[in-house]
């Protein structure tokens, strides 16, 4: 089968939405209006027609043989700025010492915090059910092919990306950090607090208390998934810390869910990817699995194998097909695999 990486289209509207549907991620629902609405943003992103704080890009895989959307990953550019601040809490430890007792505690405390100047976030993985556990790893090629993007038009991202990764749940879809703290601040359930605070924020800094927030005074079912992750999530947790993001000692204020992040420079197929020229060579040897990207406006991202020699590259010649590239074309090319790079 084949598939390639591209930016959504409104062609795709139907089709995301029924993906959509199989889950239930809050930055995209399953809902048409909503999807609609992110698919004309992310149209005018990509033509570079959005301020930073604006634009969101959202990227495909299509079976180009089914004619078929089967994942999608998103990108916001920048997730905090002076309208929509990016809240979180940071974990912080705390010493006590009573001279009196000769006894003293380490106290792990959560303080509230407000970024005006926000990272960019990456969020909105998605692959098909059915199309999960191929060897094509699609889930794996959506989420890395966003950072040959971002290493294309680095002036369009921000230094930072963070990613927010899910926790565990009930089998409800609660959160038992939410039913411990937010709930009895707001008075909001889990899920209408956690949708409104998509737009608002202001709710949140008026009524989350402004002091540290001492977490031996919670209840232990909020204690024991703080700053977890959720099982579904895990194979996502594990593909980010391989290309070098780590827990930032930071949870969503809702669900208590890990804050990942990394400097964008650092994310490792932002750092090995590079820039060749398409070149035939007549030993070719196919040996290099590879994410290759277009570089002009139409962006398109397929997994193929090269032959890499100094600033040249040699690309078998379906995946040069599937991209339509020629010969003395300009490719963006990373590797697909980093477990034996190091972070």
């Given at each position: 089968m084949s598939f390639i990486i591209r930016p959504v289209k409104y062609d795709d509207l139907t089709q995301l939405v029924d993906l959509a549907k199989q889950f239930n991620l809050l930055n995209l629902p399953g809902d048409k209006k909503v999807i609609g609405e992110k698919i004309d943003r992310s149209e005018l992103s990509f033509a570079g027609k959005l301020p930073k704080h604006k634009a969101e890009y959202l990227f495909v895989v299509e079976d180009?043989?089914?004619?078929?959307?089967?994942?999608?990953?998103?990108?916001?550019?920048?997730?905090?700025d002076d309208n929509v601040p990016h809240s979180f809490f940071k974990i912080?430890?705390?010493?006590?010492?009573?001279?009196?007792?000769?006894i003293g505690f380490i106290h792990q405390v959560l303080r509230f915090q407000l970024d005006w100047d926000g990272p960019t976030e990456i969020g909105g993985l998605l692959v098909d059910k059915s199309y999960r556990r191929r060897p094509e790893k699609l889930g794996k090629q959506i989420s890395l092919s966003r950072f040959l993007y971002m290493a294309l038009h680095p002036d369009r991202f921000e230094k930072r990306v963070l990613c927010e990764l899910t926790p565990p749940l009930t089998d409800e879809g609660r959160s038992e950090f939410w039913e411990a703290l937010g709930r009895r601040f707001t008075g909001l359930p889990y899920q209408e607090a956690d949708l409104l605070s998509q737009s608002h924020k202001e709710f949140i800094e008026s009524l989350f208390p402004p002091d540290d927030i001492y977490l031996c005074l919670l209840d232990s079912k909020a204690r024991l998934v703080l700053g977890r992750v959720g099982e579904a999530t895990k194979p996502a947790q594990h593909l980010l810390e391989n290309i070098g993001f780590k827990y930032l000692d930071e949870v969503d204020p809702f669900d208590g869910g890990p804050h990942y992040g990394a400097n964008t420079t650092d994310i490792l197929p932002i750092k090995y990817?590079?820039?060749l020229k398409v070149a035939e060579f007549n030993d070719a040897a196919y040996k290099?699995?590879?994410l290759i990207a277009t570089t002009g406006e139409d962006f398109k991202v397929s997994l193929g194998s090269a032959d890499v020699r100094g600033n040249e590259v040699a690309i078998a010649p379906k995946t040069r097909q599937l991209l339509e590239i020629e010969i003395g074309d300009e490719v963006f090319m990373a590797p697909f695999n980093y477990s034996n790079r190091g972070n």
């Open positions: 180009i043989e089914e004619k078929q959307v089967v994942g999608s990953s998103l990108v916001i550019a920048k997730h905090g912080l430890k705390k010493d006590h010492f009573s001279e009196d007792l000769g990817g590079k820039r290099e699995q590879a």
